[in-house]
């Protein structure tokens, strides 16, 4: 009963001062904005990268590459991982397997003179198989042998020359768009992939990049992964599709990170300061307010209670507010360089439950810190004094 | 006068810790901005310590892609060139990954005639003698603690295999501000080692840099070098060394400018709160106008005495922050080093500091003001009563 009065003397109090309130919470709203964005950036881009990898698949790579781009594996090194049994075959007895090519290739933006760097991948129709996330969505899959190439839906959008039916020129050759395909979610999304062959011929590039191909049981990988890179003929790397595809996130999902949290530390401090000028005003311009309570037998642990309750409101509704702003983000598809594969890569921002708890429990420590110090004034205080102020 | 100016100070203060707190958050903001505008200068000041001499010619598909070191003596022949330097990125690692720093195998004598680096004169005939040897920043040297002799090991992941390397060096910038905490090499002694181990990758380079007699040449000489190569199996896109830096820069701008955006908001409501608090602590002194005014005190002199009151608050936070600016970033600019290696402060912020701080505290003061500048005494006077 005593708590409910509390609550909306609180409540009241807060309304009695609406602008004030308003730019308050409207300041912490905003820090809370700026966390929940960082964090879900970051969770953005994990989740894209985590969604690119399959479990099933295995990605051999050379020794030390740290990405398929750096990688090389000769023709003889891929004969060689080709003939371990633990390759799953597919419906006509072939392996589930694909020698591939990835490149780097620097293209236009759209409606700018901006450039970025895109994957191009070179596979062979396993490679569909292998992936099948990936799904064509508009014309057709490029015919064998040809210099025809289909496009990830967020690279048709955004790159000159990526849309259906246009070309691009690349190693004195000119490579028609035949299709577009949408591999939902992840990283997919964000390639070019053509035949592994054209692409090598083009590029005048003798080896390919990696190798992937899925297990008959998921329980051989450690077996398998020591076979390959015990083998003095094989430099090669092991890893399982989806650990490839996640590491790849680790550099940028930290950096994001600590960028947001540096930036929500500094502004944070200013809206604390300004959650204590106003709960420290609320308690100057309320001191008969406090003296009538104290006289009317409230406690002072009571009148500590109001004051806090009503910061750590204060806080709250910043941090729903903000909260509700970010939530908006979601619709909003980021594109920009990895750094760590030097690619473009386009993901959204993600919130998850976690992401928006930590957001909420930033935004009542920020009102709880703006109000202790008014709150322990306004505990402190003298019934006679109280009453006797102007 | 002076007892305006005592009034002034005493209303000013009345409040100490109000007025704490309201000059704490002008500084707050203004800090922040300072902050973030030095991050992101820091994020564009490879593209500005460019120079409009050099030019950069890289493989047209994408920087992954070399070109073969042959087209060297062609660049040469071109009108206009003055040097060129050429080489690779090597992106060997030091020990672990999160030891990243930017490593390059070089074309030495030409690079050192294109850019203006510090080294000791035996320290560079040392390493110009020794194909085995390598520079490094003074920034990267003093990271890991290395001393001229070192024998320092890079893992390769572009070339495969532990690299081995003898520090011959120490640079530091000249007068333009460039990277210190980059790592050179002769790209002779790479090219020996793949034509053995790799030898279709040996004989081409990355990029090459050309020196340019005259600034107004570069366009013309950029497009000849292009036209050089079209239609060959390496076409070359050259660009100057501003554009090609500021290429890099623009890739992850999606991000800068959000974190821009969003800043600049959060600053202004910083400031929101500030001014509003300015103006309370007008409005709760209506009376005291009132008396002023019967005092004798006319309408402009209160406005005066408001407006100035408020711009005490707002400049002290000003002369706060601009004191602990330069801690600040001195402080970030070490925690950052090795991810922004060129932090540094530009005056202009400083300007920016006057003007927000001025702009804030005429803002909070000028609706007050006027009013309490209105109002009859005797209404002014009733309210208190």
Known sequence: ?390 | MILQLKLLFKNAFRRKFRAFLTILSVTVALLAFGLLQTFIDAWYAGAEASSARRLVCRNSISLTFPLPLAYRDKIRQIEGVEAITYGSWFGGIYIEEKNFFANFAIEPHGYFRLYDYKIPAEQKERFLRDRRSAVAGRRLVERFGWRIGDIITLRGTIFPGNWEFVLAGIYSRGTVDLDESQFFFHWDYLNQALKKIMPHRADMVDFYIIGVSRADLTTEVAQAIDQTFKNSLAETLTETERSFQLSFVTMSEAIIKAIQLISLVVILIIMAVAANTMAMSVRERTGEWAVLKTLGFGPRKIIVLILAESLIIALAGCIIATALTFPMVSTFGRTLRNYLPIFRLKREIFYFYLAASFLVGVVAAIIPACRAARVPIAEALRRIA
């Open chain 1, 1 to 390: 009963m005593l708590s409910a009065i509390l609550l909306s003397y609180s409540f009241r109090n807060l309304m009695a001062r609406r602008l004030t309130t308003i730019l308050t919470s409207l300041g912490m709203a905003l820090v809370v904005f700026v966390l929940a964005s960082s964090l879900m950036l970051a969770e953005g881009l994990e989740k894209t990268l985590v969604e690119t990898g399959s479990a099933d698949n295995v990605v051999v790579i050379r020794k030390g590459a740290t990405t398929e781009v750096l990688s090389g594996i000769t023709r003889e090194q891929a004969a060689i991982v080709e003939t371990q049994p633990e390759i799953a075959l597919g419906a006509e007895g072939q392996p589930l397997l694909a020698r591939e090519v990835v490149v780097l290739i620097t293209l236009q933006r759209r409606g700018s003179d901006k450039q970025s760097n895109v994957v191009i991948r070179g596979g062979r129709e396993q490679s569909l198989r292998l992936r099948p996330k990936v799904k064509l969505v508009e014309g057709r899959l490029p015919r064998p042998a040809t210099a025809e190439i289909i496009v990830g839906k967020n690279i048709a959008r955004r790159f000159k020359g990526c849309g259906l039916g246009e070309t691009l020129r690349l190693g004195l050759r000119e490579w028609r768009v035949c299709g577009l395909f949408d591999a939902g979610n992840s990283g997919f999304s964000s390639e070019i992939w053509a035949d592994v062959d054209q692409l090598m011929q083009a590029f005048r590039r003798p080896v390919y990049s990696s190798i992937i191909f899925r297990l008959n049981k998921a329980s051989e990988f450690e077996r398998l992964k020591a076979d390959i890179e015990t083998n003095p003929r094989l430099t090669l790397e092991v890893k399982r599709e989806a650990e490839y595809y996640a590491e790849q996130s680790k550099w940028m999902a930290k950096f994001l990170r600590i960028l947001g949290a540096s930036l929500t530390v500094i502004f944070s401090l200013g809206a604390v300061i300004g959650a204590i000028i106003t709960m420290n005003s609320a308690v100057a311009t309320r001191t008969r307010e406090i003296g009538t309570l104290r006289a009317l037998g409230f406690r002072r642990r009571d009148i500590l209670l109001a004051f806090l309750l009503e910061a750590a409101l204060l806080g709250f509704l910043g941090g729903l507010v903000g909260l509700f702003l970010a939530s908006f983000l979601q619709l909003v598809t980021i594109s920009t360089t990895n750094f760590q594969t030097f690619s473009e890569l386009t993901f959204s921002f993600a919130l998850s439950v976690k992401i928006a708890c930590q957001a909420l429990a930033f935004s009542l420590i920020m009102g709880l810190g703006g109000g202790l110090f008014p709150a322990f004034k306004a505990c402190g205080m003298n019934i006679a004094e109280a009453l006797r102020a102007g």
